[in-house]
């Protein structure tokens, strides 16, 4: 963990995060907590992340992201360097997908 980050108010702010218990809940709570613009990168960093953990190269992801390709980079450098937060979460959606597959 980065201990730059660590303080009351990140940990408020995670609390906060970890009582939402729907997706309209997060709309609701995210939209008043950040701009649209702040969103739409954030929504855009984990696409980017998520194509590049499935192999997806660079110039694909700038035309389907229309993400720069500094930002390609740092989210790269994440998912090798990081604290492995993106692996976490890809590794539950795919076992909340194939639940939802297998349920069906």
Do not use: H, W
Not at 9 to 27: Q, S
């Amino acid at each position: 963990m980065n201990s730059k980050l660590k303080d009351e108010n990140m940990d408020n702010l995670f609390k906060a995060v970890l009582m939402l218990e729907n997706i309209e809940e997060c709309y609701a709570f995210f939209e008043d907590l950040c701009t649209v613009l702040e969103l739409k990168s954030i929504s855009q960093r984990m696409q980017v992340a998520k194509m590049l953990v499935d192999k997806t190269v660079y110039s694909d992801i700038v035309a389907q992201t229309g993400a720069s390709t500094a930002t390609i980079s740092r989210v790269n450098r994440t998912l090798n360097y990081g604290s492995d937060g993106y692996k976490l979460i890809f590794e539950r959606m795919k076992d909340i997908d194939t639940k939802e597959a297998d349920e069906k």
